[in-house]
């Protein structure tokens, strides 16, 4: 059996990281073995490269350097971790994933390259479900802030206007995928937000006909 591979999106603050532990508690509950990762990250290698990337010293102002970095973490990711991990069933929930470089990403670098670099970084792997979990860049940025641990990564000290601009392309890329990805409304108190994405698991993925075959 084939496992599952879910992805969490969203702009800062929008409260990712805490969702996907909850939902990978939920699965556990379940008797499902889980693997929770996150991007960019999630092997030694892509940790190293998560590391360049968001120090202000060695941080590239040029969008098609940030994508090649970015995918190159990701295909060691996929390569070393997530494509494993689905081949021994396991369900995989990832803390971001390509659409980030397509949020990110993309505006600095023309629409078919930035598709190109990602489909090397991803090996051709897609999500079987995405959720976008949508604050506005407000919002977003003061949690963000509000949980702050002494130090700003590069896209941390970006300007509003560009979270605006990150969050504007999430919506985007939802509506070209709506089958794929989910906009949850990430606003809302946490565990309505966690109920909502449980919810749309068990509806979405495991009560589909031919579901885990
Ligand atoms: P991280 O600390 O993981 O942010 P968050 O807690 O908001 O998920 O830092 C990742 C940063 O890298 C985040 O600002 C988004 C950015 N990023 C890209 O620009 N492109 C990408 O492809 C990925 C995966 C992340």
Redesign the pocket.
């Known amino acids: 059996m084939r496992g599952i591979f879910i992805t969490f999106e969203?702009?800062?603050?929008?409260g990712?990281?805490t969702q996907i532990r909850r939902l990978a508690a939920v699965l556990e509950s379940y008797g499902l073995s889980v693997t929770l990762t996150?991007?960019?990250?999630g092997t030694p290698l892509a940790e190293a490269i998560?590391g360049l990337?968001?120090t202000h010293e060695a941080a590239s102002e040029d969008g098609l350097t940030?994508?090649l970095l970015?995918?190159a973490?990701?295909r060691d990711h996929v390569l070393r971790v997530i494509r494993p991990a689905l081949a021994a069933g396991h369900v995989v929930l990832c803390?971001?994933?390509?659409d980030?470089?397509r949020?990110?990403?993309g505006g600095k670098v023309p629409d078919a390259m930035l598709e190109q670099v990602i489909a090397l970084g991803t090996d051709g792997l897609e999500p079987d479900l995405t959720f976008l979990l949508d604050v506005n860049a407000e919002l977003g940025l003061e949690r963000?802030r509000s949980r702050f641990t002494g130090v700003e990564?590069?896209?941390?000290r970006s300007n509003l206007a560009f979270h605006r601009e990150v969050r504007r392309r999430f919506h985007a890329i939802a509506a070209t995928e709506p089958h794929r990805i989910l906009v949850i409304d990430a606003s809302q108190d946490e565990a309505y937000v966690a109920e909502s994405i449980r919810l749309a698991v068990r509806q979405r993925i495991f009560a589909a006909p031919g579901a885990g075959e």
């Open positions: 969203g702009g800062e603050g929008a990712k990281s996150r991007e960019p990250g998560r990337i968001l940030q994508a970015f995918a973490a990701r803390d971001r994933f390509a980030s470089t949020a990110y990403q963000a990564d590069t896209f941390e």
